[in-house]
């Protein structure tokens, strides 16, 4: 059973730095893309960032410059390193993968970005 757990969330100042992980277990995690994704209040689920088995990123708009995504293979680890947060980084962060043509998502972690 494909697991995924994340950690890492906080409250924060604007302007702060936060490094989310989310662990996964249950797959061979190297031949996988990873995804996060987040969820303000009242709004919508959102692509944030994605990294490829090989390497290979992709970031929403809002947070290019901003934030980074990489990969552990040996920890089963995707990493979010987000800097220069703003208020509107505030959502709960969620992981993502697909694996045998479904999407397994983890519980979340919450950060809250304010002063």
């Known amino acids: 059973q494909v697991h995924l757990v994340e950690s890492g969330g906080r409250l924060v100042q604007p302007g702060g730095s936060l490094r989310l992980a989310c662990v996964a277990s249950?797959?061979?995690?190297?031949?996988?893309?990873m995804t996060w994704y987040r969820q303000a209040p009242e709004k919508e689920r959102e692509y944030v960032a994605s990294?490829?088995?090989?390497?290979?990123?992709n970031y929403t708009d809002s947070v290019k410059g901003r934030f980074t995504i990489s990969r552990d293979n040996i920890r089963n680890t995707v990493y979010l390193q987000m800097n220069s947060l703003k208020p509107e980084d505030t959502a709960v962060y969620y992981c993502k993968v697909n694996y045998a043509a479904r999407n397994y998502w983890g519980r979340g972690t919450q950060v809250i970005v304010s002063s």
């Open positions: 990294i490829t088995a090989v390497g290979g990123t």
């Open positions: 249950g797959l061979n995690f190297r031949l996988f893309a």
